[in-house]
Every structure is written in C-alpha cells, then in structure tokens.
C-alpha cells in the first residue's frame, strides 16, 4: 500500500496525559499536513511541513501542540496534557510539489479520545 | 468563521439519477476547489477539483461546476450508484497559500 499511513488509529488517553501520533506520508511526497475533524465538521488546518521545514501554523495549534517532521518523511504531532476538548480526529495528508494544484491525499486518521 | 459551507447536511437520490450537492464560499481569494469523498472509518479521498479560471470540470461520472459570481460551486454525479453513498466534502484554497478549507459535509445516500 502506498498510501498516507497513520499509527495508531484510536487512541484512549485519560486528561492530562501525553500523546503522540505518527503519519507517513506518500515516499515521494515533500509536503505534509495535519489537520483536526471534530464530530459534524470538516477537517481543520493545524499545521503544514515542507521537507522538514514547519512552514505554517494555525491558531487552533495550541502551546500543547507541537508537530515535526524531522527527516522530510514521516511526522509525529503531539499533544501535552491532553483536555476532553482535544478529542477528535487527526488527519495527515501530503501532496508532492510541483504537480497541479497539489491535491493533498489523505491517510485514515487517528481518532483520539480523551477521557 | 466559517469561509466554506455546505447548506445541506444530507441528501437521498435513487439509483440511476442525478445527485447535485452545493458548496458556497465567502472568501474571494480563493482560487482552487476541491471535492473529497469519505467514508467511514477512512480519511477523505480526493475526487475531482477545479481552478477558478475554469467554469467546469468532468471526470466520468463526476461533474463539478463554478459560479465565481455567485460564489457557488456543485458536484454533479450522474448517474449516481449504492457506491457513491458517503459523506462529501467541499473544499477551497486560497491563492498561494497551501492549506485547505473544508465546509462541513453533506451525506449522500443513494437508495439501490
């Protein structure tokens, strides 16, 4: 499968503590993406890499947030001190630059919920 | 503030007609659209986009239209089958920017 990847796909955390996603996106793909999806919602903008340089932020990226993407291939987003408000969906997604428009593809998501 | 909106939570076609769903936009740099389909327990899947300088854009079943006047854009499937049922979302970026701006999805039920 040569797909965006996501690992895990739920995950169950208790307020306060600690978590950490990890996305692979398409080998060839020099862009990634994450974004949130909250229930009845489409998916959010977080934040967007390009190689291993962070190049955009959201405002939804809170100080509890941080995200890398240390060799230009996979990426990881954590969460610190996780609140009930943090649970939903994180969306990966990478496009490859230069091709037209650069539609992002999309993994499978990892459903956090924080109780 | 929400710059993409999909109007219409659901929508129920039969078999073998046309399904039409609507997007509209409020942001006026926007100048690429996107459509992605998704079904559960998966990410959304790209399905077919359009540039602002172009008014359509058809790839087999799927049609997508742009009325940059009004704002507005539409997914054309025709005909529609059982598969197509899923959630679909509309989708916006703006002119040199990289991110994407979802509306919040219409689910599409076609009845066999």
């Known amino acids: 499968d040569t797909g965006v990847s996501q690992d895990p796909r739920h995950k169950i955390t208790k307020r306060g503590q600690n978590v950490t996603f990890r996305c692979d996106p398409i080998?060839?793909?020099?862009?990634l993406y994450w974004y949130r999806q909250t229930l009845g919602q489409g998916p959010e903008f977080l934040t967007y890499?390009?190689?291993?340089?962070?190049?955009?932020k959201s405002r939804l990226l809170s100080d509890r947030f941080s995200a890398e993407r240390p060799k230009g291939s996979f990426s990881t987003l954590e969460i610190q001190r996780t609140e009930q408000g943090d649970s939903a969906m994180y969306l990966c997604a990478s496009s490859l630059m230069g091709t037209s428009y650069n539609e992002q593809f999309f993994g499978p998501g990892t459903r956090l919920t924080v109780l | 503030d929400q710059q993409v909106k999909q109007n219409s939570p659901s929508l129920s076609v039969q078999e073998g007609r046309i399904s039409i769903l609507n997007c509209d936009y409020t942001n006026s740099m926007f100048d690429y659209f996107l459509w992605y389909k998704k079904y559960p327990a998966e990410g959304p899947t790209f399905l077919i986009s359009i540039s602002s300088i172009k008014d359509k854009n058809e790839d087999g079943r799927f049609t997508v239209f742009l009325n940059k006047s009004a704002k507005h854009l539409s997914l054309h499937i025709v005909p529609s089958q059982p598969g197509d049922s899923a959630v679909y979302f509309c989708?916006?970026?703006?002119?040199?920017?990289?991110?994407?701006?979802f509306g919040t999805g219409t689910r599409l039920t076609v009845i066999p």
């Open positions: 890499f390009q190689n291993e340089a962070q190049l955009e």
């Open positions: 080998s060839e793909h020099n862009r």
């Open positions: 989708a916006a970026r703006k002119s040199g920017a990289n991110n994407l701006f």
